[in-house]
């Protein structure tokens, strides 16, 4: 059937379809365009043009998409209330909302919100096979990635919270100034710690504040370490897996 037809060309490629192939290099093409105009301060005419095509190319997709949800989910009818709900769905209707803002003035906080536009680089997880097999990874790993960053959390807001104790009641026992003047640059602080980035702009003052902040960055190694083996480890099983798989 024609439907049928429709689906294997939009949906990104498994096999030898030459017209899906087409579609899904489009499809990379018009998403990297379209985020071209925002690494410029300038809004040059040609841009508009860019959104524009953009803009009508990603709204026939998502419409073909919606209208075909219940050749692809099988659930009848209900896929086609069901679809818009999906992850793949909402970042597709992100990414067309600013365009909103070239059609109708009543819509111009779209164009105040210009970052939603990034949100387009997520629909290069549909039709990149190395991006989609990273989101396999990392939706594999999900819950022990999840545990990692509820620990560099926990960790995050108490060594903030004894910094900036440390610092302010410390500090002034010694009348040394201390840039920690509010909890949220004792969080900025132990954040860039933890990643062991540290811009320099906020650091400790006295001498405890200075010896937390040392324990701060050897813990923040050890934490940060962690998902980086979890994730190379499934990367390199799920190509091992792909490679069998391409074998047979």
């Not at 040059?44 to 989910?73: C, G, H, N, T």
Request: hydrophobic share 50%; aromatic share 12%; glycine share 4%.
């Amino acid at each position: 059937m024609m439907r049928e037809k429709i689906l294997d060309i939009i949906e990104a490629d498994d096999g030898d379809s030459r017209l899906s192939k087409i579609y899904d290099i489009l499809m990379i093409i018009v998403i990297i365009g379209s985020i071209i105009p925002l690494a410029f301060k300038e809004q040059y005419p040609i841009f508009k043009i860019i959104e524009q095509v953009s803009a009508a190319i990603f709204i026939v997709d998502y419409l073909l998409r919606w209208a075909l949800a219940d050749i692809k989910m099988g659930r009848g009818i209900k896929s086609f209330f069901i679809y818009p709900f999906s992850v793949a769905a909402i970042v597709d209707l992100l990414s067309i909302l600013p365009a909103i803002g070239l059609c109708n003035s009543t819509f111009k906080l779209f164009r105040v919100i210009r970052l939603i536009k990034v949100l387009r680089l997520f629909k290069l997880f549909r039709y990149s096979k190395q991006i989609a097999m990273l989101w396999r990874v990392l939706n594999k790993e999900k819950h022990v990635l999840l545990s990692v960053f509820v620990v560099a959390a926990f960790y995050i807001f108490i060594t903030a919270l004894i910094m900036f104790n440390a610092e302010t009641n410390m500090g002034q026992e010694v009348n040394s100034t201390t840039n920690f003047n509010t909890f949220f640059d004792a969080l900025y602080w132990a954040t860039t710690t933890l990643t062991t980035v540290g811009y320099g702009d906020i650091a400790p003052s006295t001498s405890i504040g200075r010896f937390i902040s040392m324990l701060s960055s050897i813990f923040g190694v050890a934490i940060i370490a962690l998902p980086s083996g979890v994730i190379t480890a499934s990367y390199l099983e799920e190509l091992k897996n792909n490679k069998e798989n391409n074998n047979k």
